[in-house]
C-alpha cells in the first residue's frame, strides 16, 4: 500500500543562500524507523528533481525522530538573487510531503 508523506510526517523548511533545507517529523515517533528506511536522498532528489539541481543529503536526527535534508542549488540563486515566488523554500516543504511511500 502507497501512502502520501503527509499522512504520517510533518515538514519545516529554511534555507541558507541557494541551499533548502527540509526537515520531515512523524506524527508518531514509531513511524520514524519506517521513514528512515523508504525515505533516501535519492528518493527525494527524484522527487524534487525539477527544482533541486545539485546534490541532496540526508541526516538522520534520532533524539527529535527527524529526518533533514539539505538539497543543494535548489533556490534559484537564493533569497536575495532570486526571481523565484518562493525564495525560502517553504512550498518545496509541501511538494516533498505530496511524495508516495510503501507503506
Known amino acids: 500500500m ?4 503527509y ?5 519545516r523548511a ?14 508518531n515517533e ?8 523508504r525515505l533516501s536522498s535519492e528518493k527525494v532528489k527524484d522527487h524534487l528533481k525539477d527544482v533541486v539541481e545539485g546534490t541532496v543529503i540526508r541526516y538522520e536526527v534520532p533524539n527529535i525522530a527527524a ?3 539539505v538539497c543543494q542549488q535548489a533556490l534559484l540563486g537564493g533569497v536575495t538573487t532570486s526571481l523565484s515566488t ?5 512550498s518545496l516543504s509541501y511538494a516533498l ?3 508516495e511511500i510503501d507503506w
Open 86 to 90: 518562493d525564495t525560502h523554500g517553504k
Open 67 to 69: 529526518l533533514q535534508f
Open 30 to 37: 514509531e513511524d520514524y524507523p519506517l521513514l528512515c528506511e
Open 7 to 11: 499522512e504520517l510526517a510533518h515538514s
Open 2 to 5: 502507497k501512502k502520501k508523506l
Open 14 to 27: 529554511g534555507d541558507k543562500g541557494n541551499t533548502l533545507i527540509v526537515s520531515i517529523i512523524p506524527y
Open 97 to 99: 510531503l505530496e511524495m
